[in-house]
């Protein structure tokens, strides 16, 4: 008897803990099993067929970071950064009069080389409340990667934010 009130009560404690977490936090949480497999295999399949040295990789790439900014997500934004990138309070001080930010990515240009690199500009709009008014500017995402070039590795090979310019 003892061990059948043990499992009731577990079972019942369980489920008014999921009834009432935050799930939010958590990418798709809100999504139906659906969406979430119709979402999962339209990103596997995009995987598969971006060229991650093209300028649609560095666009998804600053799709991320401007979707870290959009959620609130500073700190995590400023992860994406490589060694070029302010302090994190220089940073996070962009960002901390704007309420409701909004960041949009625009089409990148075209890619150039230098020196055994590739970079990619990614054209940004930054948009928010700032005092109970509406602020706009316009800003860029330079991106840069290592060609395959001997001696270099997989991980320099790939797209890093090297700047992040708000122009004022």
Known sequence: ?????????????????????????????????????????AGAERARTVD???????????????ALLNSGRIGDAYMLLGSNAPTRESFEANFAPLQRLQVTVHPASDQEGAAGSTYVTVPLSFSGIVNGTRVSHSGKAVLRRVNDIPGSTEAQRHWHIEQVVISR
Do not use: W
């Open 1 to 41: 008897m003892n061990k059948l009130f043990s499992l009731a009560t577990t079972i019942m404690l369980l489920s008014c803990c999921s009834r009432h977490a935050d799930h939010s936090v958590y990418p798709g949480a809100n999504r139906t099993r659906k969406e979430q497999v119709r979402q999962t295999s």
């Open 52 to 66: 991650p040295t093209s300028s649609t990789a560095a666009e998804e790439l600053v799709e991320g970071f401007a």
